[in-house]
Nanobody
Framework: QVQLVESGGGLVQAGGSLRLSCEAS????????MGWYRQAPGKQRELVAA???????NYADFVKGRFTISRDNAKNTFYLQMNSLKFEDTAAYYC??????????WGKGTLVTVSS
């Protein structure tokens, strides 16, 4: 079992920046994929960004060039740097990890509110 705890959400003006963190309760060195998802009110949860153990990244089109996913294995933590935030980025953001043995873990979410 792995616990994930997100932090870094909050209220920011459009054009501003936030960095979300996701701290895992154990090493993330061998995790297959780590990712960030978001869910806005009344909408389905959607992938924002993902990072594989090999270092490959995948970004949703709506965040390309604005968001960056990264990790710090020594801190068992991965991040989502969000720049040039837009009103439509307002959502609850969830971190997720998938292991090589098919396990799938989620954090409880952190709320990002962007004021226009």
């Amino acid at each position: 079992q792995v616990q994930l705890v997100e932090s870094g959400g909050g209220l920011v003006q459009a054009g501003g920046s936030l960095r979300l963190s996701c701290e895992a309760s154990r090493s993330i060195f061998s995790i297959k994929v780590m990712g960030w998802y978001r869910q806005a009110p009344g909408k389905q949860r959607e992938l924002v960004a993902a990072l594989t153990s090999g270092g490959s990244t995948n970004y949703a089109d709506f965040v390309k060039g604005r968001f960056t996913i990264s990790r710090d294995n020594a801190k068992n933590t991965f991040y989502l740097q969000m720049n040039s935030l837009k009103f439509e980025d307002t959502a609850a953001y969830y971190c997720n990890i998938k292991s090589y043995v098919g396990m799938d873990y989620w954090g409880k979410g952190t709320l990002v509110t962007v004021s226009s």
